[in-house]
């Protein structure tokens, strides 16, 4: 996936009984337009939800997940989680992905699912989840007043 292709935005979006989730549209846009149909969806080593990445956007992270040092505990936990629950998921002909049922349990998903856009991938989190993480993380914003770090912070206008 070029630097053009950048996943955004957010979709409230439905877990049918077998654990299909639709692709939102725009997304599904994007990688036709690339001619890919598989997804790697994998749990997030930070927070309590899944990580889509476009299998060619995944190959760029198993090398960097490959490459880090065993030496190091977080990285060694990091490959766990993100290596060991990486899982192909095949669009079908009406765009929906299976979301296995390991991973949607791991992170708390049940019948509503928020997809949001983050750039090479999107994430996948519980819909009820994800309103009170926002929520948590908005009302930390507010108390601070100022971002946290130098990065954030150049985002300010």
């Known amino acids: 996936m070029g630097a053009a ?3 955004r935005g957010f979709s409230s979006v439905s877990i049918d009984a077998k654990g299909r989730m639709a692709v939102p549209a725009r997304h599904r846009e994007l990688l036709d337009a690339r001619g890919v149909n598989t997804l790697i969806m994998t749990l997030s080593p930070w927070d309590s939800c899944l990580w889509a990445y476009p299998l060619p956007a995944w190959d760029d992270i198993d090398d960097k997940l490959n490459a880090l040092p065993a030496a190091d505990a977080e990285s060694r936990m990091a490959k766990r989680v993100m290596l060991g629950h990486a899982t ?3 669009l079908d002909a009406q765009g929906r992905v299976l979301v296995p049922q390991e991973l949607r349990d791991l992170a708390g998903i049940a019948r509503r699912a928020v997809v949001l856009g983050q750039g090479n991938k999107f994430e996948v989190w519980d819909e009820g ?6 929520e948590e993380w908005l009302q930390t914003v507010a ?3 100022n971002p946290s770090s130098a990065m954030l912070a150049s985002l300010a206008l």
């Open 88 to 90: 192909d998921c095949v």
């Open 143 to 145: 108390a601070g007043g």
């Open 5 to 7: 292709a950048v996943f």
């Open 129 to 134: 989840a994800w309103g009170r993480r926002r």
